[in-house]
Structures are given as C-alpha cells and as structure tokens.
C-alpha cells in the first residue's frame, strides 16, 4: 500500500508535508506508511489520503489480486 501512497503523491507533485496539510493526517503517518514500517491505519485515514491525493481508495489500498 506504501507504494501506490507515495506513486500517487509524486503524481499529484505533493510532498510529505503538503499532503499531510491537505489530509489532515500526519506527516510522520504518511511517511510510515510510505516507507512500510506502519502496514495498518483507520478507515478515516485511507479516505482523508486518498480524497486529498484525489484518487478511490480502490486505487492505492486495495490490490487487483485481492
């Protein structure tokens, strides 16, 4: 999941802290997860990454194998 957080960042230009800003998630969060020491996080939380790197959660927190 890490990955496709941090892939959709750099698309949408937005560094750890601007995504952290618009989220309202943390900044040292973003960067657990990105990093994939964190593998588990609220629902809250995948939905306030995803609607501010403006993708579905779908997209960065699930796999096409699931």
Same mark, same amino acid.
């Given at each position: 999941?890490g990955f #496709?957080?941090?892939e =959709?960042?750099?698309?949408e230009? *937005?560094? @750890? =802290?601007? %995504?952290a800003?618009?989220s309202g998630? &943390? @900044?040292? *969060?973003?960067a657990? %997860?990105? &990093?994939?020491? *964190?593998?588990?996080?609220?629902?809250?939380t995948l !939905? #306030?990454?995803s #609607?501010? *790197?403006?993708? #579905?959660?779908? @997209?960065? !927190? !699930?796999?096409?194998d699931?």
């Amino acid at each position: 999941m890490g990955f #496709k957080i941090k892939e =959709a960042r750099e698309k949408e230009n *937005l560094s @750890q =802290a601007e %995504l952290a800003r618009k989220s309202g998630v &943390s @900044q040292n *969060l973003i960067a657990r %997860l990105e &990093s994939g020491s *964190l593998t588990n996080t609220t629902t809250d939380t995948l !939905f #306030k990454i995803s #609607k501010a *790197l403006n993708v #579905k959660v779908e @997209q960065i !927190f !699930f796999t096409d194998d699931v």
